[in-house]
């Protein structure tokens, strides 16, 4: 399953499939960009990240995608299980700031 | 447990008092860093400390928020006088990187519910 940028909150994809969460960030000059996983009740979990001198980076099932031409970051997640099921977010830091701005996340429903 | 401490979970108060929250950061941390989250919405920055120095505030951040870090340990927020639109949760987080862009380690976070 595949959800575009922001205007498709909700994405829901079979147990086993392979997921991809989009994020279109705000602005050219950002220079380090990560993925968060939030669970209800809890406070964001840390996923992957990357640093804008990439363009892939990869962890376990995991692997973010960043296209500065287009202001684009995708998160991929490989044979997506029940524990998956979240709400993503992406978070950018623009320079001279020391903080991340995030954007308004994504939905995961993973269908058994 | 070594991870981003927040307490309490919950509080709920009425509209006019003040309440305030704890954060103990991840020990060796020398950033911590305060959020606030809606419902359905990501997390929006407050204010960010190095050590025991306040380094950045939000606009969000009005003359009711206060944040301390006294000893460069923990953090506290106090919010005076809370409106009902101080209802959210308040992250807390913390970072040991140096440079610019750095992975975040937040807390479970309060739950604030203003009546």
């Known amino acids: 399953g595949e959800n575009v940028g922001l205007h498709l909150p909700t994405l829901s994809v079979q147990e086993g499939d392979n997921s991809i969460i989009n994020c279109a960030y705000s602005n050219s000059a950002s220079d380090y960009f990560i993925w968060y996983k939030q669970e209800s009740g809890k406070g964001p979990q840390f996923i992957i990240d990357?640093?804008?001198?990439?363009d892939k980076r990869q962890g376990q099932r995991v692997t973010v995608l960043l296209n500065k031409t287009v202001k684009h970051l995708s998160l991929q997640i490989a044979a997506t299980q029940p524990g998956d099921s979240a709400v993503y977010f992406c978070?950018?830091?623009?320079?001279?700031?020391?903080?991340?701005?995030f954007g308004s996340g994504t939905q995961l429903t993973v269908l058994p | 447990d070594t991870g981003v401490s927040q307490n309490p979970r919950h509080k709920i108060t009425k509209r006019g008092q003040n309440v305030t929250f704890r954060c103990d950061p991840i020990s060796e941390h020398n950033r911590l860093y305060w959020y606030r989250q809606t419902l359905g919405q990501g997390p929006e920055f407050l204010t960010y400390?190095?050590?025991?120095?306040?380094?950045?505030k939000s606009r969000l951040l009005s003359d009711r928020f206060s944040a301390e870090r006294p000893k460069g340990s923990f953090s506290t927020l106090e919010i005076q006088r809370t409106e009902q639109g101080d209802s959210a949760m308040y992250l807390c987080?913390?970072?040991?990187?140096?440079?610019?862009?750095?992975?975040?380690?937040f807390g479970s976070g309060t739950q604030l519910s203003v009546l």
């Open positions: 990357i640093r804008s001198n990439m």
């Open positions: 978070a950018e830091n623009i320079p001279p700031a020391r903080q991340l701005t």
């Open positions: 987080a913390s970072s040991s990187a140096q440079g610019l862009g750095e992975k975040l380690f």
């Open positions: 400390f190095q050590n025991e120095a306040q380094l950045e």
